[in-house]
């Protein structure tokens, strides 16, 4: 007799992030999809688009009850996708553990992601469930490229990572309040073997692509920044930016940041509303190809010095669903048992190093994306 469904409980259900999760899940015999929101009526319209069984609940996990709620609906997976992250605690988790489910979010807070493992495997473990938290495009998918392009190496001496998001892709109201709330806010970079504060979003600077033209980015602030240099014992310098495609939203970003950091303005989130009512006035410039690049530079197994690049161009507007392969690649994992490795550890983790690069490969070729690697030239000894 085969084991019953893993009913998958999706909260944010039909927001930018979870509704493409829920499309991928809701095909999988091996899953009970379940979409939640606050709003029931556009829950049930969602899920009743999706066939497969799944179905739409009304909750919000910021009410009290989340714990009796889950239980009730005999949740065994929760994948929490409802943003923003900077300012959460971790009472969805600490829910899902009580309730003896498993738990996968889309965290990109950097607070959030670093500080998990410690504030909750020990909850996790103790019900045999996993946690995994940031299953996102960092630190998941970047460290499984870094896994790959370093494998045997005998040291990193530095990591670079930029995201190049089309202009034309659809983008949330909560991952502008997320950028936001750094803008102009200072960062702690691993720089020249040592931490040293830089600027969100200030100070852009050009980055070449394989597959899209070159396009200014500027650093951001997320968990990578903190958990590679000690994953990868980094000897140099782990730098994230994000270079949007037309170069005026990118130098808007700067604005705000200066304005920010002369005391001038002193949350830039509040100003998500409005980016993101007005933010397609750009587009009309903009294309719809997107895409990622991540540059490694070290020693490879016979101490030769070694500089290689990743790179990934998605067109069509498709890019918004590589942060999603993560969680969909998890859940899927959980829910047919790990069978197939890798096997996820009990308790809870961050993304990293979790999955392996050829995870990847069939969520890439299904929706058109294409991947290069590049050797560049080697670093001065």
């Known amino acids: ?149 370093c494998a045997g190496w005998q040291r990193i001496d530095s990591i670079d990572i930029c995201i190049a998001p089309a202009q034309r892709a659809p983008r949330g109201q909560a991952t502008l309040q997320a950028v936001l709330s750094y803008c102009g806010a200072a960062i702690a970079v691993w720089e020249q073997g040592r931490w040293q504060d830089r600027l969100g979003w200030a100070a852009p600077t050009p980055v070449q692509f394989q597959r899209l033209r070159p396009r200014l980015a500027a650093v951001c602030d997320i968990p990578d920044l903190e958990l590679l240099p000690a994953h990868y014992r980094v000897t140099q310098r782990v730098r994230f930016r994000a270079a949007l495609e037309v170069g005026l939203a990118q130098r808007a970003f700067a604005a705000i940041a200066a304005l920010r950091a002369w005391g001038l303005l002193q949350r830039p989130e509040r100003l998500a509303g409005l980016m993101h009512r007005t933010g397609g006035v750009f587009d009309f410039l903009g294309t719809p190809l997107g895409g990622m690049v991540v540059r490694v530079a070290g020693a490879d197994a016979e101490g030769a010095a070694q500089r290689r690049a990743w790179h990934i161009a998605a067109d069509n507007d498709h890019g918004p669903e590589i942060p999603c392969m993560a969680a969909i690649l998890l859940a899927r994992q959980l829910a047919h048992g790990q069978a197939a490795p890798p096997v996820l550890p009990l308790g809870a983790h961050t993304s990293t190093s979790l999955l392996p690069l050829e995870s990847f490969a069939p969520e890439f070729a299904k929706w058109g994306m294409v991947t290069d690697v590049v050797e560049e030239d080697a670093p001065a000894p």
């Open 1 to 149: 007799m085969s084991a019953a469904p893993l009913t998958a409980l999706v909260l944010g259900g039909y927001g930018n992030f979870g509704a493409r999760i829920c499309r991928a899940l809701a095909g999988d015999e091996r899953i009970q999809l379940l979409v939640a929101g606050r709003s029931a009526a556009s829950a049930q319209a969602f899920a009743a688009t999706l066939g497969g069984g799944a179905w739409g609940v009304a909750l919000d996990h910021s009410a009290p009850g989340l714990v009796q709620a889950l239980q009730a609906l005999g949740v065994g997976l929760v994948v929490h996708t409802a943003g923003p992250f900077q300012a959460q605690g971790y009472s969805v988790a600490e829910a899902a553990a009580e309730a003896g489910a498993h738990y996968i979010d889309l965290a990109d807070g950097r607070r959030f992601v670093c500080d998990f493992p410690a504030a909750l495997h020990t909850r996790f473990a103790a019900a045999g469930r996993t946690a995994v938290c940031g299953a996102s495009t960092v630190p998941a998918l970047s460290s499984a490229v870094v896994d790959h392009l």
